[in-house]
């Protein structure tokens, strides 16, 4: 799987958009960004996942740049319960490999009053 | 949320006790994955399976042990629980060999004393 770099942490105003980097500079073709967040004492959960189109859903929005090389989640309206940890991962989206999903130590995101 | 259980939510056990965690779901999903979460390491692959009685190692299998008798459940067992074995497992359940995403349950806190 492609390395992936994000801040270690960012804040954001309530209500504000929040926009979450992510470079993976050594992206394969065959290879789709996800975005999963862990709040604490929780299980990861998905939220929104591409291959080179931008996409939305109704948690966010994915940007994927051209070249492939970085990518930004966008949470529209920021609230107090999206503080999280946010990871992007990248990874081929079938056969063995993809199996093993990494997830490196994402960004804290806090969203204050 | 996707339809996974996992039991118990928490456990003290002691060393040298085999203890088996158990995941549970209801979405019918073909691959399921038991992850190891530990601080400073992130989210570690156990095992994962890819249909009923068919089972493969992860990164970190010495000591844990896997069985799927049928769709819906995918037991974890520590055959001989190790203080190394305190951690966070999550377990997860992803629809098909695609690009589809890995949806997680709430974890199981197993403490070894």
């Known amino acids: 799987d492609a390395k992936t770099t994000q801040p270690t942490s960012m804040d954001c105003a309530e209500g504000r958009a929040a926009n979450l980097p992510c470079n993976h500079s050594t992206i394969s073709g065959n290879e789709y960004v996800y975005w999963y967040r862990q709040i604490h004492s929780q299980g990861p959960q998905y939220i929104i996942h591409g291959l080179k189109n931008n996409e939305t859903n109704e948690m966010a929005s994915l940007i994927i740049t051209e070249d492939r090389k970085s990518s930004t989640l966008i949470l529209p309206h920021a609230t107090l319960r999206d503080t999280a940890v946010y990871y992007c991962i990248v990874r081929v989206g079938s056969g063995g490999s993809n199996y093993k999903l990494t997830f490196g130590k994402g960004t804290l995101l806090t969203v204050n009053p | 949320d996707a339809g996974i259980t996992q039991s118990p939510r928490h456990k003290v056990t002691e060393t040298g006790t085999p203890v088996t965690l158990r995941c549970h779901q209801t979405?019918?999903?073909?691959?399921m994955y038991w992850y190891r979460q530990d601080p400073g390491h992130g989210l570690r692959l156990i095992h994962y399976s890819y249909g009923v009685k068919d089972t493969d190692k992860g990164e970190v299998s010495d000591g844990y042990s896997v069985s799927r008798s049928k769709t819906e459940d995918f037991l974890l067992t520590l055959e001989s629980a190790t203080s190394s074995q305190t951690s966070v497992y999550f377990c997860?359940?992803?629809?098909?060999?695609?690009?589809?995403?890995?949806?997680f349950g709430n974890g199981t806190r197993l403490t070894v004393t």
């Open positions: 979405e019918n999903h073909r691959y």
């Open positions: 997860a359940i992803k629809q098909r060999d695609t690009n589809s995403p890995l949806h």
